[in-house]
């Protein structure tokens, strides 16, 4: 009885982390889209961002 709130929990943070990276990165395509020129400087942002909340969910996935 005690898993069953354990794997909801993982669901939840593998769902947040998934809905999170792809807002950063249709962010991203948005600036992209504006700025062209720019494209280096928000990739990098982009992937840094990405990693941290994913970093983040891996961390939250090993608490649980």
Known sequence: MGQIPV???AGLI???AGIGIGRIGGSAMDAIARQPE???KI???MLIAAAL???IAFAA???V
């Open 7 to 9: 794997m909801v929990g």
């Open 14 to 16: 593998v769902i947040g």
């Open 38 to 40: 720019a494209f280096g």
């Open 43 to 45: 990739q990098t942002a």
């Open 53 to 55: 909340v994913e970093g």
């Open 61 to 63: 996935l090993f608490a």
